[in-house]
């Protein structure tokens, strides 16, 4: 293993305790076991999006600053199957002291894993999840969900499809099946069992990297997907909204094997992508394709971390690039691009401007995009240094340092202040 590759590894393992301010109150073991089957969905899955479909309370002592409730709810995935899908609604301890009935931000983690182990709702308890032999999840999003609660606001939180429910991969970053989770998450927290969100309560979507894709895919989807709910924010933290340019920006990384995630999860909803995976991945890139579907994002890290995709690829090239000659796979990829529709709620998209893992460029696009259709957008270069090239640290830095001025603006647009966007300067910011 590269130094430099178990340093990164280190640094997302550390930070649930460490920069997050995460405690870690319950073993990952109890945790686990107290899960039981609720996992596992039923044969039949109803075909109303946001049906609760189950729930049970569980404890989490300090590490959520709210009363925790374990979920499983109906969506639809990107060919119109009904789907169950795990997460986690949050009633807070803090009252909301805002005009209406207390609101209700859908919040989209960052990457987090394929392993179902890895799903958010398994390390709420306890921010760290070592119940897999071999494998370490962490829950570093904890310390962003608190900020919200403590301001009495309703956190609902999705494991996105296929995420924590056997029988499925999870389908990374894809637009429809992120977008789905997350607003039939909303759709479906009033109905927890001791919420106190109505079903006309206000909502906000909110996530970075992975959790700011999902975010932008729900709030352009809103209007059509999910006219009965009240979208009234979206926070977009540097979101992959172009696959295209982002699957070069990972390559190589620290976090080159996601690359893994996408493929993987692809492959079960299109069948070019898996003949693709089929034909064009070399033995190498199917082992690496078969050990991530099973990670979390740190054992991803130390096993392909730094990694070049053309190591997978039978002709030696990027991944990227011989997807680029697949007319098919190439298809699909473009699908998944966000900025394609007009949200009609207040949008907040932050990037910082050294990130070259999820790249900055491609982030502010997508803000010019919705400005371009005319939506209400605050683009937000976050500032700072390049640490090294590719470093993690010029895609996490960012997160830390907008994380209060993130909250804030949207628990002011849940209170119902309007939005004052900069559309008519955010071309000349950088």
Request: proline residues 7%.
């Amino acid at each position: 293993m590269r130094p430099s590759r178990f340093t990164a590894a280190l640094g997302l393992a550390c930070a649930a305790s460490l920069g997050l301010g995460v405690t870690t109150t319950a073993t990952a073991s109890s945790a686990s076991a107290a899960t039981g089957d609720f996992y596992t969905p039923p044969a039949a899955v109803p075909a109303q999006p946001g049906t609760l479909m189950k729930s049970e309370k569980f404890f989490t002592g300090l590490n959520m600053w709210g009363n925790t409730t374990r979920i499983m709810y109906s969506s639809k995935d990107d060919n119109g199957q009904p789907t169950a899908v795990t997460g986690a609604y949050i009633e807070p301890w803090a009252a909301w002291k805002g005009p209406g009935p207390r609101p209700v931000v859908v919040y989209g983690v960052g990457t987090i894993g394929q392993g179902d182990q890895c799903a958010p709702s398994r390390m709420m308890a306890s921010s760290i999840n070592l119940s897999t032999p071999g494998s370490l999840g962490v829950n570093y999003e904890t310390q962003g969900m608190n900020n919200l609660l403590a301001k009495g606001v309703a956190v609902v939180v999705t494991d996105y499809i296929g995420l924590g429910t056997p029988g499925r991969p999870h389908t990374y970053m894809n637009r429809d099946d992120q977008a789905h989770a997350m607003l039939d998450a909303a759709r479906v927290a009033s109905k927890v069992p001791g919420a106190t969100v109505k079903a006309n309560s206000k909502v906000a979507t909110y996530g970075y990297s992975q959790g700011g894709g999902a975010s932008a895919a729900a709030v352009e989807a809103a209007p059509t997907y999910a006219p009965d709910l009240d979208v009234a924010a979206a926070y977009v933290g540097a979101p992959p909204a172009d696959l295209e340019k982002v699957l070069a920006g990972v390559d190589g990384s620290p976090i080159a094997g996601v690359i893994g995630y996408f493929i993987n999860g692809a492959a079960s909803s299109s069948a070019a992508v898996k003949a693709f995976a089929d034909e064009s991945v070399n033995a190498t890139g199917k082992t690496m394709l078969s050990r991530t579907s099973g990670q979390c994002t740190v054992d991803t890290v130390v096993s392909y971390g730094y990694r070049k995709t053309s190591d997978f690829t039978a002709t030696g090239e990027p991944i990227a690039a011989v997807m680029a000659r697949n007319e098919e796979v190439t298809g699909f990829v473009r699908a998944q691009r966000t900025g394609t529709m007009k949200p009609t709620a207040a949008v907040r998209v932050a990037t910082g401007v050294a990130d070259d893992v999820v790249p900055h460029a491609q982030s502010k696009q997508l803000a010019l995009d919705w400005c371009g259709k005319g939506a209400n957008v605050t683009y937000a270069p976050i500032p700072g240094l390049s640490l090294g090239p590719k470093s993690l640290l010029n895609h996490a830095n960012p997160m830390l340092a907008d994380q209060l001025t993130a909250r804030d603006w949207v628990v002011q647009r849940l209170s119902g202040a309007p939005a004052t966007g900069n559309c008519s300067t955010a071309a000349g910011l950088k």
